[in-house]
Nanobody, 126 residues
Framework: QVRLVESGGGLVQAGGSLRLSCAAS????????MGWFRQAPGKEREFVAV????????YYADSVKGRFTISRDNARNSVDLQMNSLKPADTAVYSC???????????????????WGQGTQVTVSS
């Protein structure tokens, strides 16, 4: 059974930083993609960043490129999302997602992911 557990959300002022972590259990495929989506109140879930486990290729939404960095940790079987220069527009519930059967053209589609964490709240105050 696959389980994704997020940690690291919280409240921060605009311009500040937060680091999210997602630990996976029951998921060992090196062909997986693993990453982050977010959903603000009244909005659809949107892609943030994902990393391909085999090779470490990283993909970002334009809105976070240059501010957020995703990384994987083989030893902990986890992915982290370092978020810098946070803006109030980044306020959302951030959810970890993973899938072992994705193709590259689907990585930004939340409906393509089989496994999800419970989500963690990130609030950026102005």
């Amino acid at each position: 059974q696959v389980r994704l557990v997020e940690s690291g959300g919280g409240l921060v002022q605009a311009g500040g930083s937060l680091r999210l972590s997602c630990a996976a259990s029951g998921l060992t495929s090196r062909n997986r993609y693993m990453g982050w989506f977010r959903q603000a109140p009244g909005k659809e879930r949107e892609f943030v960043a994902v990393v391909r486990w085999n090779g470490g290729h990283e993909y970002y939404a334009d809105s976070v490129k240059g501010r957020f960095t995703i990384s994987r940790d083989n030893a902990r079987n986890s992915v982290d999302l370092q978020m810098n220069s946070l803006k109030p527009a980044d306020t959302a519930v951030y959810s970890c997602a993973a899938d072992s059967t994705l193709i590259l053209s689907s990585i930004r589609d939340p409906g393509a992911y089989d496994y999800w964490g419970q989500g963690t709240q990130v609030t950026v105050s102005s």
